[in-house]
């Protein structure tokens, strides 16, 4: 307690005081931009290896932005220099590429901090619990890397998904939807958010049947926007649903029964959780309902999808404001669920240690190519080790795995259960 | 007894009229002829004076015994007697005959079931008996596996229901009866039998040990005669009680009645069937009809394991009940929409027949992900039901 008090009285002067929130804002979001100069270009980054392949609009942006960069430095040097080249020296317009690749993510970060700043202290009319929302959102180490370093697209998408659910909240369905649509064409993930949606509508809200369609209906315009740029804007066929990454199937295949009989977990744990939610979530007002659905749905889905952290982010904005505004314990659950998230991701063989395309990690770090110091090479020992693999990532993984099911669980557990079977009791 | 509108036994009528006239229009599915074999070789062996073993019909003798008198009746009908593989190669009068024949004791179960659904619900709610009645009569999942598949299951699921009967008149050694035949046909009521003991100590309290001796005398009856019958078929009681045990080996798929393996020694099934023993008995409270005390056991069988889609057959007279009691028809619809949809179970046989493959092969991408999903939403729904019957029942305080 001793330790947590002065940290508490630091906070909350920033939470207090408008001018030095927007103070300690500006200097994170200045060290954002630093660090995006800085650390070398991810593998999420290495999106230019799609032009002219991949149509999806992230890597339009992408595009647009690099000839941008042509422009303004009337650079013809090959995109692989940028990507393998040496974080350290690094010249300085190939800095400002990286900057400009990551421009779209960071935007969508401090977008998603003002959001939820204004979501919080508008549903609240308290400013302190909008600045206390937005920091956790944009001062967490997470968004750091999955945002600006990773430069994931998802940020963007979680942002239009929690801007459909804020307009939900205000009963605007018809924009609530189109942003909706907007979420579900650029990453098709938060279609498991439509029945979600529409068990708020019929359940809670009571709203008219008019506007129970809206969602069916963008959510449909939504996969059509999502198919056509995948399937028609690209070089791609109808395989990547079951080729590619699982994060591009709505429902993973996870779980498989026998070689010819497989079972989707995801689908499985998804439809429990409506099922539950259909039955027995309850909450005192529309946001705390929206914020514990969404949550416990897209956990599920991560949980049950293969493991990919950056797609925390999904979930992680509506995991913010329930802290922000329901209940503050749940934070240590939250910084221990990270804390496994990032020790999984350190330890990952796939990625390990953050690497990067060019042997360096997103720490600057280096791990790979000639003449790595002797540190580098006692971490990648350490990292190809029997006990790193066999022991510590799977201890980590379940760990986290655990945590993200705990939450679940608590969120859940404040439904009302008792009541609705004694509702049901008496008829 | 029934208090059906005339609209609503009109649409019964018209649809028991279609079921009958689409008898014989399902094809010959591999398990119509696989019983039509055993009936076929049952009643050879009798003409020749044997007598048919276990050992080589397993557990599907008791099921074929009981066909053999409607093989044997249409035997002896006076039409042109075809072959079996002249019967699945040409549409012939002998081969409407058979399938009208064989599949009259579908017919007679499928009516049973519904009155006894009826009259179950009847004794809790009268309002609600109809609903169920309804439910299970115009439930096109039981059409398609009853009619169409030519599953069997419905005659122990029928006598399962008896079973229950009974068991809610107090009239414990018949309804140990009926169960343990119910077990000689299909196996899977011995899992059930725990859970009417369950219930007929809640019912008669320390009264129950004068019933315990004539119940569990009533159950082993009929097991011990069909093992004595095997004894002396097989020349000697060791032989039989040799044969059922060989059963693991000699039809491992009833290995699955285990479900997942969560280790070499760690199977699901038994592990939750006693946690819901343990809940029924401890937690449920003591005015829930046995009807859904029955039906939590077969919930936790074909959510912990592979369960194919006849086997929901055996549920789906409960389900009826339960949903009718519950008023709840979204889970209901559910399950069977979700069921008829997975390839685990259903879609896929019945897609086959026009000729299309829908097995998971892994280069069929909208198959690869739709199937898959399906059995997904399928199997979530058999866990939420069977969470939802436990917390509808718990006792709170």
């Known amino acids: 307690m001793r330790l947590i008090a002065p940290i508490r009285s630091f906070l909350s002067f920033f939470l207090q005081n408008r001018n030095a929130y927007f103070a300690l804002f500006a200097v994170a979001a200045a060290i954002k931009l630093m660090l995006s100069a800085l650390a070398p270009a991810s593998f999420e980054l290495e999106t230019w290896q799609f032009f002219g392949f991949y149509a999806s609009p992230w890597v339009v942006v992408e595009e647009g932005l690099v000839q941008v960069w042509r422009i303004l430095t009337s650079s013809t040097i090959s995109l692989d220099v940028w990507s393998t080249t040496n974080p350290w020296t690094m010249q300085g317009n190939l800095r400002l590429l990286s900057v400009l690749l990551r421009l779209p993510a960071f935007a969508s970060d401090v977008m998603m901090s003002a959001a939820l700043y204004l979501a919080a202290a508008h549903f609240t009319g308290k400013p302190h619990l909008g600045r206390l929302s937005s920091l956790i959102w944009f001062l967490n180490p997470f968004t750091l890397f999955a945002a600006e370093l990773l430069a994931v697209p998802d940020v963007l998408v979680a942002l239009l998904t929690l801007v459909s659910m804020l307009y939900l909240v205000r009963e605007k369905t018809f924009l609530s939807s189109v942003f909706l649509c907007c979420a579900i064409g650029l990453k098709l993930y938060p279609i498991v958010l439509v029945p979600a949606i529409l068990i708020y509508m019929h359940r809670y809200s009571g709203m008219k049947l008019r506007s129970q369609l809206y969602p069916i209906i963008w959510g449909f315009l939504g996969v059509v926007a999502y198919l056509s740029w995948l399937l028609l804007g690209s070089k791609l066929t109808v395989n990547y649903f079951t080729t590619y990454t699982p994060v591009s199937q709505p429902f993973a295949v996870l779980g498989v029964l026998s070689s010819n009989i497989p079972l989707s977990v995801a689908a499985a744990a998804l439809t429990v959780v409506y099922c539950l939610a259909w039955y027995f979530a309850r909450d005192s007002s529309s946001m705390g309902y929206l914020i514990h659905l969404f949550s416990v749905v897209l956990l599920t889905y991560f949980i049950f999808s293969d493991f990919f952290p950056q797609y925390f982010i999904w979930v992680l904005p509506f995991i913010t404001l329930d802290i922000a505004l329901f209940s503050r314990r749940r934070f240590a659950l939250l910084a221990v669920l990270l804390l496994f998230l990032f020790g999984t991701w350190l330890l990952n063989s796939d990625s390990g240690a953050f690497l990067t395309p060019s042997g360096y990690s997103l720490l600057m770090i280096p791990l790979e190519g000639p003449g790595v110091p002797s540190y580098s090479i006692a971490i990648e020992r350490f990292l190809q080790a029997e006990l790193t693999k066999l022991v510590l990532l799977p201890l980590s993984a379940d760990a986290m795995y655990a945590f993200a099911l705990v939450y679940i669980l608590v969120v859940v557990s404040h439904w009302n259960w008792r009541r609705r079977a004694r509702d049901y009791e008496t008829g | 007894m029934f208090s059906l509108s005339r609209r609503w036994i009109t649409i019964v009528l018209a649809v028991w009229a279609i079921k009958l006239i689409l008898i014989p229009l399902p094809p010959l599915t591999s398990d119509f002829l696989a019983w039509i074999q055993i009936s076929q070789h049952v009643l050879n062996l009798i003409s020749n004076g044997k007598l048919p073993s276990v050992g080589a019909f397993g557990v599907y003798l008791g099921l074929g015994m009981l066909l053999t008198p409607c093989y044997w009746l249409w035997t002896l009908l006076p039409i042109q007697h075809a072959t079996l593989a002249e019967i699945v190669a040409h549409p012939s009068l002998a081969r409407y005959s058979l399938m009208y024949v064989m599949k009259s004791p579908i017919v007679v179960s499928d009516f049973f079931t519904g009155m006894l659904v009826f009259n179950l619900v009847r004794k809790a709610s009268p309002s609600k008996a109809n609903k169920a009645f309804l439910s299970w009569h115009l439930n096109p999942y039981n059409w398609y596996w009853l009619y169409w598949s030519t599953t069997m299951d419905v005659i122990p699921a029928v006598i399962v229901l008896l079973a229950i009967q009974y068991g809610i008149n107090r009239k414990w050694s018949r309804c140990a009866f009926c169960l343990s035949w119910a077990t000689i046909l299909r196996l899977y009521p011995v899992l059930l039998l725990p859970f009417f003991m369950v219930y007929a100590l809640w019912v008669e309290g320390r009264a129950l040990t004068k019933h315990v001796a004539p119940f569990l005398a009533s159950f082993a009856t009929p097991l011990l005669l069909i093992i004595v019958f095997q004894g002396y078929v097989s020349g000697s009681f060791e032989a039989a009680v040799n044969t059922f045990l060989q059963f693991p080996v000699t039809q491992p798929e009833l290995l699955d009645f285990f479900g997942f393996r969560l280790s070499s020694v760690f199977t699901l099934t038994p592990f939750l069937l006693v946690l819901q ?121």
């Not at chain 2, 005390?293 to 889609?309: N, Q, R």
């Not at chain 2, 897609?351 to 092969?361: K, S």
């Open chain 2, 277 to 397: 023993l343990y809940f029924s008995f401890a937690r449920w409270k003591r005015e829930t009809i046995l009807a859904l005390l029955i039906l939590a056991p077969l919930l936790v069988f074909f959510a912990s394991g592979i369960g194919f889609g006849l086997h929901l057959v055996w549920a789906s007279p409960l389900l009826s009940i339960c949903a009718a009691l519950d008023n709840d028809w979204l889970l209901f619809s559910l399950i069977f929409i979700s069921g008829f949809l997975s390839p685990i179970t259903t879609s896929r046989l019945f897609i086959q027949y026009f000729g299309w493959d829908i097995t998971y092969q892994g280069n069929q991408p909208v198959i690869d992900l739709l199937g898959p999903c399906m059995s997904g939403v399928h199997y979530g729904t058999k866990i939420v039901y069977l969470l939802k019957l436990n917390l509808y029942r718990l006792r709170w305080r």
